[in-house]
């Protein structure tokens, strides 16, 4: 069996356990040298669905630990997404649930067979694989791929401050950037371009909570699309 890595970008996590997102998005090539092409994951998950299964939800990749249960799995525009719920009367579901809340664990991973691949190149388009699970993992591969669907404190706060018109330091949102997986040099750059940028114009004059929000927004925008063509 076969492994593929994705990003876990956690913006927060129900009581319940819940979380939705991302396992795998398509047209991404990986650390692999790997394309996952749109439709690969069709007809596994027609054939869970028939059989009235799911891939399990395991705590990195160990058999012996399954954690959790993916309720709802499908292909979008975009990639393989779903939800999932950790069973957290499982001991190792509740340690995945503190260190997902705390932005200790960074990726999804899912597990399977290639059933058809073709090569492209340098690269392998993989046109149809098996699902056999997805995990919670430590170490991410692929960069494209997030976990949404969850609310995060830090980021509540943030959007809270930026209404009341009260933004916070541009050290501290350089944190926040930091904790979700943005790397260092671009979070510097994110931060100087864009969100102090905003407070700076905000500080200059008067004006209210929606137009320094407006004016954070479409600056960090901006620095988002300079780094991303650059």
């Not at 975009?78 to 001991?91: N, Y």
């Not at 990726?107 to 919670?136: N, T, W």
């Not at 401050?161 to 997986?181: H, K, Q, S, T, V």
């Amino acid at each position: 069996m076969k492994r593929k890595f994705c990003p876990l970008d956690v913006k927060g996590l129900t009581d319940e356990g819940t979380f939705t997102g991302y396992g795998s998005v398509f047209g991404n090539v990986d650390s692999h040298g790997e394309i996952v092409e749109p439709g690969a994951f069709a007809k596994s998950l027609a054939r869970h669905a028939k059989d009235k299964s799911a891939p399990v939800m395991l705590w990195q990749h160990n058999t012996d630990e399954p954690i959790g249960v993916w309720e709802d799995l499908s292909e979008d525009a975009k990639g393989l997404t779903g939800t999932g719920r950790l069973v957290l009367d499982v001991p190792q579901a509740r340690s995945a649930y503190a260190l997902l809340k705390a932005g200790a664990l960074r990726g999804l991973s899912i597990g399977y067979h290639v059933v058809k691949s073709e090569p492209d190149g340098a690269v392998v388009r993989l046109k149809e694989l098996s699902l056999m699970e997805i995990s919670v993992v430590t170490f991410p591969a692929n960069t494209r791929a997030s976990v949404t669907g969850v609310k995060s404190e830090r980021w509540q706060e943030f959007a809270r401050r930026l209404r009341d018109g009260d933004p916070m330091p541009p050290n501290e949102f350089e944190d926040i950037l930091r904790e979700a997986g943005i790397p260092k040099s671009m979070a510097v750059q994110i931060t100087s371009v864009g969100y102090a940028k905003a407070i700076r114009r905000e500080s200059d004059g008067p004006g209210d909570a929606p137009a320094v929000t407006d004016a954070a927004l479409s600056n960090l925008k901006a620095a988002l699309g300079s780094l991303l063509r650059s």
